[in-house]
């Protein structure tokens, strides 16, 4: 049964363009952009999009993306982002050009396979400054490590170093990062006699610095997907206000209303726990104008985080399957059978394009 709602309509002309404002951008710094398209299943039309508006190369943590990217057509070079797994290792060198990576065993598996295939496989290692994710810790190992990439990994070119920051840890990509970065690339330089091509200071929680102008000089790569895709984060979440170069609006999730009615706006009996086992909290506003969405976390995650386009519209609560909206102050009058549009979190276009029963339209003006 092919559904009508709720649907994901895509913006290709945005997407194309939130990149391009971000690659111009970084090419000032002489940073080149990786294009992430892990946060939306690697959607081939959303890949091409990236590629348009300049990416110089396109990441993702899941290797089956890459795969299904190159049955789609897509040629680019890929860049595995989480640092491969000893047991996919086979399939790094067949579906990715570079890779990230933090353990010689791995790097020295990827050797053998390489040399038994007369392939090469590009790694960038990775060092942790603090976020406390992936990467190595101690700085003489990491510079040991890229040494011996360098001198006996004939099959395995070490590109360059790389960091992650503003994720598990949320710790905050600053200047001393970069600079702290910097210095570990010059050790493993100096090590290895000579320059390295690829100086990789982190994702999107790492684009303010280029956007605020500080972004040290010898950072060359940043891998950026969020900034890209939704442009929220950092507008909404880290309050910058002066990045309304990037749209928000590119991807807009439309679902069906399947009630209207007015009801009390705090639950009338004993309270115990909500489907989820959690307790919300309830404010007493008296009686709302309530919609009942046919829209649910099973489709799209943590419905709270979604934005509705119409400001007047509140989400006040979800289960698997529903969404009740308060639309008391919602611009138009909402009945049933309406359709109400949301802009995206990352973790709802996440969610949304995992499933294949979203239907996905593309639009290009
Ligand atoms: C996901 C990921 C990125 C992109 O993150 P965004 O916040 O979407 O820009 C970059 N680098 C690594 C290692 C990642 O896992």
Redesign the pocket.
């Known amino acids: 049964m092919e559904r009508l709602y709720p649907s994901l309509t895509v913006s290709l002309p945005k997407l194309r363009e939130n990149t391009r404002q971000i690659v111009e951008r970084c090419r000032r710094y002489g940073v080149s952009v990786?294009g992430?398209v892990?946060?939306c299943n690697a959607l081939a039309p959303v890949a091409r999009a990236m590629l348009q508006g300049g990416a110089a190369s396109l990441?993702?943590?899941r290797l089956e993306q890459f795969e299904a990217l190159r049955a789609d057509g897509v040629s680019a070079p890929f860049t595995l982002?989480?640092?491969a797994a000893p047991s996919e290792a086979e399939a790094v060198t067949e579906l990715c050009d570079t890779s990230?990576q933090s353990e010689w065993d791995t790097l020295l598996r990827l050797e053998e396979i390489c040399a038994r295939k007369g392939r090469t496989h590009s790694v960038i290692i990775?060092a942790d400054l603090g976020d406390l994710?992936?990467g190595f810790w101690e700085q003489d190992e990491l510079v040991e490590v890229c040494l011996r990439v360098e001198n006996k990994l004939p099959h395995v070119r070490l590109l360059g170093i790389?960091v992650?920051l503003?994720?598990v840890g949320s710790v905050q990509p600053t200047v001393e990062k970069m600079n702290d970065l910097l210095a570990l690339a010059r050790r493993v330089e100096s090590a290895v006699g000579r320059k390295l091509e690829v100086i990789?200071g982190?994702?999107?929680?790492s684009?303010p610095l280029i956007h605020n102008g500080t972004m040290p000089r010898g950072i060359n790569h940043?891998?950026?997907?969020?900034?890209?895709?939704l442009g929220k984060?950092l507008q909404i979440d880290w309050h910058i206000e002066d990045m309304d170069y990037l749209a928000m609006d590119t991807f807009t999730l439309t679902a069906e209303v399947i009630e209207v009615k007015t009801k009390p706006s705090y639950p009338q009996g004993q309270l115990c726990i909500d489907a989820f086992g959690r307790k919300p909290h309830y404010v007493d506003e008296g009686i709302r104008r309530r919609a009942l969405l046919a829209l649910g976390r099973a489709d799209a995650g943590e419905v709270e985080s979604l934005l509705p386009r119409d400001g007047g519209v509140r989400i006040w609560g979800a289960s698997s399957d529903h969404c009740v909206l308060d639309v008391t102050h919602s611009a138009r009058e909402i009945r049933v059978g309406d359709t109400v549009d949301f802009s995206l979190s990352?973790g709802n276009l996440l969610y949304l394009t995992e499933k294949n029963d979203i239907r996905i339209v593309y639009e290009e003006e």
Do not use: H, P, W
């Open positions: 990786c992430v892990k946060g990441g993702s943590s982002l989480r640092v990230l990775m994710r992936e790389g992650n503003g994720c990789s982190g994702a999107t929680s684009y940043l891998r950026i997907g969020e900034n890209i895709l984060d990352y």
